[in-house]
C-alpha cells in the first residue's frame, strides 16, 4: 500500500491543478486568448524550424541530396544547404508579414467580437480550423512521400518561420491599446 501511495499518490494533485487550469483557461481575457494563439503559433513554428533543421543537416551528408548535387554552384553541401535556409528563412518572412497577417487580422478581429467568458470552442471558426488540420494532414503525408530531405526541410523552416512570424503579429495584437488598428 506504501509503495501505490509513493507511485500513484501525485494523482489527486494532477487532477486538482488540471481542474484548477480548465477553471483559468475558461475564463481567459480577450488578450489571452490573442497572446495564446501566438505562442501556439510560436510553439508550432519552433517544432517546424527544428525539424527542417534537422532535415538539412540530414541532407549535408547524404551524397543523393539536391544539397550535394548543386554543391558545384556553392562550393559544399554545407554551403548549399545554407544558401537553402536563408532563402527558406526569407520567404517565411515574406508569408508571414503579408499572407499570415490577414489570418491573423481574422481571428483577432473574431475574439474581439466574442462575448466574456469566452469558451475555447468558440475561439476559431470551423473554416480555420480545417484549414489547420489540412495543413497538419498534408505536412504528415509528406513523411510518406518519396520527398528529399533538403525539399522536405526547406518548406518545414519556411513554414515555420512564417508561424514564428505570424506568433510575434499575434503578440503585437495582444499588446496593443486598440485591437483594430495593431496589425
Known amino acids: 500500500m506504501q509503495l501505490f501511495r509513493q507511485v500513484y499518490g501525485w494523482i489527486p494533485f494532477f487532477v486538482d491543478n488540471f481542474k484548477q487550469f ?3 483557461f475558461m475564463y481567459m ?6 497572446a495564446f494563439s501566438g505562442l ?3 510553439g508550432v513554428g519552433v517544432m517546424l524550424l ?3 533543421l534537422s532535415l538539412f543537416a540530414q541532407a549535408v551528408l547524404d551524397p ?9 554552384y556553392f562550393g559544399s553541401a554545407r554551403q548549399t544547404a545554407i544558401a537553402f535556409i536563408g532563402v527558406s528563412l526569407a520567404l517565411g518572412f515574406v508569408k508571414g508579414r503579408f ?7 481574422r481571428v483577432v478581429q473574431r475574439i474581439e467580437q466574442l462575448s466574456l467568458p469566452i469558451r475555447p470552442q468558440h475561439v476559431y471558426s470551423r473554416p480555420y ?3 489547420i488540420l489540412s495543413m497538419v494532414g498534408l505536412g504528415l503525408s509528406l513523411r510518406f512521400l518519396p520527398i528529399l530531405p533538403d525539399v522536405r526541410g526547406f518548406v518545414d523552416v519556411a513554414i515555420g518561420s512564417a ?3 505570424g506568433s510575434v503579429l499575434f503578440m503585437i495584437a495582444a499588446r496593443a491599446p486598440n485591437l483594430d488598428r495593431s496589425i
Open 29 to 34: 481575457s480577450k488578450r489571452g486568448w490573442i
Open 99 to 105: 499572407v499570415f497577417s490577414k489570418t491573423v487580422r
Open 22 to 24: 480548465l477553471i483559468a
Open 50 to 52: 527544428t525539424k527542417g
Open 64 to 72: 543523393t541530396s539536391l544539397c550535394a548535387r548543386m554543391s558545384g
Open 129 to 131: 480550423l480545417l484549414l
Open 163 to 165: 508561424l514564428i512570424n
Open 40 to 42: 501556439l503559433w510560436l
